[in-house]
């Protein structure tokens, strides 16, 4: 009678220490020690190396980074890993986790974190002015405005930030641009940056902004540059006109003269001044060498000045 009791325990016995040698023994806790590289851009993709030992070559290990899954998990020996980062986001330095497939699975955590770095390029997000605005309200025909500002999505270096501005009559001007480009500086900080010409913007004119080359702190650059146009448009012309005391900023006399001449109302052509000496000395006697401010001066028209 004891016989059958003996076979049963020894069978109980046969089949706990397979179980300890062959299910508890199969699949051990893993035991990650690093892992190389330890940082990579925010996209995702880059393939990482993690050593260690006990690694489940039989039924394979999971990896996830900050609780995301892995992509391309190979485990070439139970001494490595190779698994291919998920998207992350930039800045952020999350933990690694590894889990042997095998039954009981048991997450290990890899001791160095892996840290995401900025790969997105900067994006122009607002200019002033903006796209396509007309201003059509100004106190000075020939200075409406000496800068502009571009805003990015990010902070770039103002050093690498380069803006071109070129030039053209509106419909309403009488003249061309005597140059076909605005010179001018590139200056700034943080994410916006502000271009300052050389001279100022006048009326009857449309400028069309080109921005290129703009670099964030991590050395991602501008993909495509951003272009922009505004315009001014002409005021309406004018038969008299009194003296202001910006039109002798130059000098008076002949060089006030010209700059008068110049107004986009007045002649839009420094060139025709003489006129305005011939036209007012018809009605009084006018020192072309001294023009006070507040001085009415007369502005000849017509097709006997040989307007068309």
């Known amino acids: 009678m004891k016989k059958p009791r003996n076979i049963v325990a020894l069978a109980l016995f046969a089949a706990f220490c397979a179980w300890i040698a062959g299910c508890g023994g199969c699949n051990p806790e893993p035991m990650p020690t690093g892992m190389n590289p330890t940082q990579g851009p925010e996209t995702g993709g880059t393939t ?15 990896v996830t980074f900050g609780g995301k899954a892995a992509q391309s998990v190979t485990v070439p020996s139970k001494m490595e890993i190779t698994a291919v980062t998920p998207p992350g986001m930039a800045g952020q330095s999350v933990a690694i986790v590894v889990t042997n497939k095998g039954k009981p699975e048991v997450p290990a955590t890899v001791p160095q974190q892996f840290t995401y770095t900025d790969a997105t390029p900067p ?44 030039v053209a009559k509106t419909t309403d001007s009488m003249s061309e641009p005597m140059e076909a480009m605005l010179p001018g500086t590139v200056s700034g900080s943080g994410d916006t940056v502000t271009f300052t010409s050389d001279m100022p913007m006048r009326a009857g004119r449309m400028y069309t902004v080109t921005v290129s080359g703009a670099t964030d702190m991590a050395g991602n650059a501008l993909a495509n540059s951003h272009s922009f146009s505004f315009s001014v448009t002409s005021p309406e012309v004018i038969y008299k006109y ?67």
């Not at 006990?54 to 039924?59: A, W």
């Not at 990015?152 to 930030?161: K, L, N, R, W």
């Not at 052509?269 to 006070?292: C, G, H, I, M, P």
Request: aromatic share 8%; glycine share 8%; hydrophobic share 35%.
């Open 48 to 62: 990482v190396r993690i050593t260690g030992e006990k690694f489940d070559m039989k039924n394979g290990v999971s």
């Open 123 to 166: 994006t122009v997000t607002m200019t002033d002015p903006g796209d396509g605005t007309m201003f059509s309200d100004y106190e000075d025909s020939l200075n409406v405005r000496n800068s502009l500002t571009v805003t990015f999505s990010e902070p770039v270096s103002s050093d690498s930030v380069s803006v071109s501005v070129a």
């Open 242 to 308: 009194y003296v202001q005391e910006e039109d002798m900023r130059d000098g008076n006399g002949e060089p006030a003269l010209k700059r008068i001449a110049a107004r986009p109302e007045i002649f839009d052509n420094a060139e025709k001044w003489e006129r305005l000496v011939t036209a007012n000395q018809d009605y009084y006697v006018l020192d072309r060498t001294r023009l006070s401010v507040g001085q009415l001066l007369l502005i000849p028209r017509g097709s006997a000045w040989g307007d068309k």
